[in-house]
Antibody
Framework: EVQLLESGGGLVQRGGSLRLSCAAS????????MSWVRQAPGKGLEWVSS????????YYADSVKGRFIISRDNSDNTLYLQMNGLRAEDTAVYFC???????????????WGQGTLVTVSS | QSVLTQPPSVSGAPGQRVTISCTGS?????????VHWYQQLPGRAPQLLIY???NRPSGVPDRFSGSKSGTSASLSITGLQAEDEADYYC???????????FGGGTKLIVL
C-alpha cells in the first residue's frame, strides 16, 4: 500500500524558514516523480513544485520560485521542500503527492499524503 | 482567479445526475493537455477520481465519468449519493506557466 507521510510543518515567523519532509513507502520511490501541492485555509488546491524521479529536473510555481527548493533522497525514500523567505500567503496545508511514473508535470497525482500545516505569522 | 474555471457549487438530489465543468484556454486544455479530476472529502486529502480526461482508477465507481472537448472538460456523477458530497477539482498542465494548474474547485451539495 502506497503511503506518503508529511512532517515538518508548524508556526514560523514571516521571513523565516522551514523544511518539510515526506516519507514514502509501498512503491518504488526512485521510479516516480513527486510533487508538493498546497491548500490555504478554506481555499482551493495550488501546485507548488515538482521533481523528476532522478531529482535531475525541478519545477516551481511562480509564487515560490527563488524561495522554495524541492529535493529528494532516493536512498532514504524521502521528498523534501525547503521553504525560505516565508510570507503570510504561504500559510497552507502542504500535501506531498506522487505521479504515476518518472515524468512530472504533464501527468496526474495518483496518491496523496494527509498534509502538514504551515502557518506563517506576521 | 484560477487558470481553470469551475462553478463554485452544484447540487442535486440523491439518485440524480450532476455535471461539473472545467474550462481552460489555449495554453492548457485547449492545447491538448489532459484533464484530471480529484475528490476531496471534508477534512481529507484529495483523491484521484479521473485521469487522462476519461479514465477511472481501480476502485472508483463507474457512476463517475469524465470527458473533454476543446478547451472544456466535464465530470459527471450519476446516481448521486450522500457520500458524494465533497469538493471536486480539475487539473491540467499549462505551457505558459510551465507547471500544473488546478481549477478553483466545485462544492457538490447533495440535497
Amino acid at each position: 500500500e502506497v503511503q506518503l507521510l508529511e512532517s515538518g510543518g508548524g508556526l514560523v515567523q514571516r521571513g523565516g524558514s522551514l523544511r518539510l519532509s515526506c516519507a514514502a513507502s509501498g512503491f518504488t520511490f526512485s521510479g516516480d516523480a513527486m510533487s508538493w501541492v498546497r491548500q490555504a485555509p478554506g481555499k482551493g488546491l495550488e501546485w507548488v513544485s515538482s521533481i523528476s524521479s532522478s531529482g535531475g529536473s525541478t519545477y516551481y510555481a511562480d509564487s515560490v520560485k527563488g524561495r522554495f527548493i524541492i529535493s529528494r533522497d532516493n536512498s532514504d525514500n524521502t521528498l523534501y521542500l525547503q521553504m525560505n523567505g516565508l510570507r503570510a500567503e504561504d500559510t497552507a496545508v502542504y500535501f506531498c503527492a506522487k505521479y504515476p511514473g518518472a515524468v512530472a508535470l504533464f501527468n496526474w497525482f495518483d496518491h496523496w499524503g494527509q498534509g502538514t500545516l504551515v502557518t506563517v505569522s506576521s | 482567479q484560477s487558470v481553470l474555471t469551475q462553478p463554485p457549487s452544484v447540487s442535486g438530489a440523491p439518485g440524480q445526475r450532476v455535471t461539473i465543468s472545467c474550462t481552460g484556454s489555449g495554453s492548457n486544455t485547449g492545447a491538448g493537455y489532459n484533464v484530471h479530476w480529484y475528490q476531496q472529502l471534508p477534512g481529507r486529502a484529495p483523491q484521484l477520481l479521473i485521469y487522462g480526461n476519461s479514465n477511472r482508477p481501480s476502485g472508483v465507481p463507474d457512476r463517475f465519468s469524465g470527458s473533454k472537448s476543446g478547451t472544456s472538460a466535464s465530470l459527471s456523477i450519476t446516481g448521486l449519493q450522500a457520500e458524494d458530497e465533497a469538493d471536486y477539482y480539475c487539473q491540467s498542465y499549462d505551457s505558459s506557466l510551465g507547471g500544473s494548474v488546478f481549477g478553483g474547485g466545485t462544492k457538490l451539495i447533495v440535497l
